[in-house]
């Protein structure tokens, strides 16, 4: 008897058990896509200081190239573009933000380096990059030669600081956190140049009188690409998946004649600039 009543509660207890295994294992299994989906919302980190690529409008709205991606990104997955929660960021934290999980994707002009690959998934390109030198066009800096005994702006965490740290310590450089605080220092003179990725300086140089791009490209071409926490290949297939489905309708070059060539116009050839479909 007994033994029989021991047999009872160890059946009970396991009766017990397997539903909870069974929501355990149904949990594990859900992809980040499905969480994403239940949520009804994505979060993707962006700039808001970096036009035109991302940046607050007068009104506080989120604008630009990066934007106009990510909201067709989010309408694609939720079948709503503003299901899309944009977080802010800064070149600097923009690997923290993806590994603790703060946003679900960066869309902010992120270029892919083999030190940044350590740490996040990138999926398929969408732009071509280089960094560049803006200064002013009564005294251009034309070559990093010129920047010797002078002070150059820089943003932390940018492809351009990782570049002038690793290549040229010997350059005195001003670092600042922010896009918005290094080039009012530019303006003001308390630098007499500023390094950022070239597709940036075209535009900021366009849209500032009196200052010149002096040099439009230093070390490798590079790429921009969407990033995702390192080992998250379902949300990382479904971006590239995404990307080649898109790149049918060349979405990539109808983002770039609504957002950047009004401010590049004829000076900058489309296809020195855009990947479509996220083309290696």
Known sequence: MKNIVQTLKKLVISLAIIPAL????SA?????IDIIKEKGKIRIG????KAPFGYLDSNGKHQGFDIVIAKRLTKELLGDENKVEFINLEAANRVEYLVTNKVDI???NFTVTPERQKKVDFANPYMKVAIGVASSDKNPIKTVEDLKGKKLIITKGTTADVYFT???PEIDVLSFDHNSESFA???DGRGVALTHDNTLLFAWAKQNEGFTVGIDALGPQDT???AVKKGNTVLLNWINETLEKLGEEKFIEKAY??????????SVNIESVIIEGGKK
């Open 22 to 25: 069974a929501l355990t294992a």
């Open 28 to 32: 594990k299994d859900k992809s980040s």
């Open 46 to 49: 962006v700039f808001s200081d």
């Open 106 to 108: 960066v869309l902010a």
């Open 166 to 168: 690793k290549n040229h």
């Open 185 to 187: 220092a530019l303006k």
């Open 224 to 226: 921009i690409a969407p």
């Open 257 to 266: 004649n609504e957002t950047l060539k009004p401010i590049y116009g004829d």
